[in-house]
């Protein structure tokens, strides 16, 4: 069983920046490939950012390639979000996830945070 708890959701201007840290219970973190999807009101959630067990692939959305580095710090167990340059279509709740093998770029994760709200405004 892992628990994820999401954190560092905010409001920022456009162009800003910010860095969301999601913390991961459990003892086999380093096992597991992480995920960031978001969701914006009325919008079905989307993939964001993915990367595997190690950190040494990762996938992005077209929309933030460029912008938003997914990274881990395995012996913290905790994965981070880097945002920048961002933009008020950005705005979402922000959600991090987890699963065993390799990184999907659909839903398919067996573990899920209750997510941050992360709001840009222009």
């Known amino acids: 069983q892992v628990q994820l708890v999401e954190s560092g959701g905010g409001l920022v201007q456009a162009g800003g920046s910010l860095k969301l840290s999601c913390a991961a219970s459990g003892r086999t973190f380093g096992a597991y490939s992480m995920a960031w999807f978001r969701q914006a009101p009325g919008k079905e959630r989307e993939f964001v950012a993915a990367?595997?067990?190690?950190?040494?692939?990762?996938y992005y959305a077209d929309s933030v390639k460029g912008r938003f580095t997914i990274s881990r710090d395995n012996a913290k167990n905790t994965v981070y979000l880097q945002m920048n340059t961002l933009k008020p279509e950005d705005t979402a709740v922000y959600y991090c996830?987890?699963?065993?093998?390799?990184?999907?770029?659909?839903?398919?994760?067996?573990?899920w945070g209750q997510g941050t709200q992360v709001i840009v405004s222009s």
């Open positions: 990367g595997s067990w190690s950190g040494g692939r990762t």
């Open positions: 996830a987890a699963r065993r093998g390799f990184p999907a770029l659909t839903a398919s994760y067996e573990y």
